[in-house]
């Protein structure tokens, strides 16, 4: 992968303020660290965020419905996985056992045939699925029927939260420096006849602040006049408590969602897809849907439900990442992504090599958040 000319001070920043304590945030916090930069964390809370332990944490390797370089972007973020993975010596748990996705008739099985093809014609690892041949993928499975499908066979799956706390030791390890205080605006010093140089109050004032903030993103944005275009989408899930664990690679079906993660625990739900609101914790609600995995998944043993968890996770206007420095402040770097989980290796890497060397990588080019200043 190439880069650009320089974008920034080459002489890198020695401060970075981070608000936002997600896997987002924590992975640039983290690469900073291993670049010698001193690093401080702010968040409302100092456990996981609901975010990143509201996720799916499916690590996905295609996105058919954008353009190629998006897809792309994508296998890169596998590929940053692995060598994250064997940084942490296996010990994030990673299952890489691929994902399977199908569905019954009309648009959805025409739009998944649609996506197949197209993923094919770009060389993405794919192979076609159908009622005759899902059993060699994943024996056991009541999938009703099967008029279109592909297994994605570089997926995998984590359980974010045992990631996020790895994570989050690996930054104390390496001083970064996490501080529990809610943010709700950003202050700016004016810098001669430049740009003005974004702070939050209270704190000394950093090089550099990234804005990692999930949701809260925007609002902190456009306390300074900046817009970073996003919606919300909502779900719940439910884990089971858990059970021997078995071959399983990721099921996407028609009705639900359903995984395995390494410590055997079943996490089940539905699509975090763009418009998708589902604000539901109950535990009649999380026990329905062990229920729906079971009669997915026949074979399993009597799911209990340990606990049920929500996200509200922010989707970029045209479904694509926002990174870059805000052009209105000189050193106010914005961070949000659909894909967190998948992202945050690659992300974390690209980002921190942006504020330390001053350099862009081509595969951010296409992301810079005054993208959404014409529209």
């Known amino acids: 992968m190439s880069v650009t000319t320089p974008y920034r001070r080459a002489d890198g920043p020695k401060t970075v303020t981070v608000v936002g304590a997600g896997i987002i945030g924590i992975s640039i916090a983290l690469h900073l660290a291993q670049r010698g930069v ?71 099985a025409r739009h998944l045939g649609e996506q197949y093809e197209r993923l094919s014609q ?59 205080r809610t943010v709700s605006e950003i202050n700016v010093l004016a810098k001669g006849c430049g740009l003005p140089h974004a702070y939050v109050e209270g704190l000394p004032a950093p090089e550099v602040l990234v804005l990692a903030a999930g949701e809260g993103t925007a609002a902190l944005a456009a306390s300074q006049g900046a817009e970073v275009a996003y919606t919300i989408a909502s779900g719940s899930l439910a884990h089971s408590k858990p059970i021997p664990r078995r071959a399983l690679p990721a099921l996407v ?18 699509d975090y897809a763009p418009n998708a609101a589902c604000d539901d914790t ?23 439900l340990q606990r049920v968890t929500h996200g509200r996770v922010p989707i970029p206007r045209d479904t694509q990442p926002i990174a870059g420095f805000l052009d209105n402040i000189a050193n106010c770097y914005v961070a949000v992504m659909m894909s967190g989980i998948t992202m945050a290796p690659l992300m974390g890497q690209l980002i921190a090599d942006e504020i330390v060397f001053g350099r862009r990588h081509a595969l951010l080019a296409p992301y810079a958040p005054s993208r959404f200043k014409s529209e």
């Open 282 to 304: 109950s535990e009649a609600y999380g026990t329905a849907l062990l229920a729906e995995a079971r009669r997915l998944l026949p074979g399993l043993p009597e799911l209990e």
């Open 38 to 108: 001193h690093v401080t964390v702010l968040d409302q809370r100092d456990s996981i965020s609901p975010c990143t332990d509201g996720a799916f944490a499916m690590l996905i390797a295609t996105h058919p419905d954008g353009p190629p370089e998006f897809n792309t972007l994508y296998g890169h973020a596998i590929d940053a996985w692995h060598r994250f993975d064997d940084e942490f010596d296996g010990a994030l748990d990673v299952r890489w056992e691929g994902a399977l996705m199908w569905a019954e008739e009309g648009d959805a």
């Open 122 to 180: 770009w060389g993405s690892a794919v192979e076609r699925i159908d009622a005759r041949n899902f059993a060699s993928y994943c024996d056991g499975v009541e999938t009703g029927p099967v008029t279109a499908g592909y297994c994605s066979t570089r997926h995998g799956v984590v359980d974010p939260a045992h990631v996020w706390k790895i994570m989050r030791a690996r930054c104390i390890a390496l001083g970064v420096a996490f501080v529990t």
């Open 253 to 270: 079906g028609p009705r639900i969602s359903v995984k395995q993660n390494a410590d055997g625990r079943i996490v089940a739900g539905l």
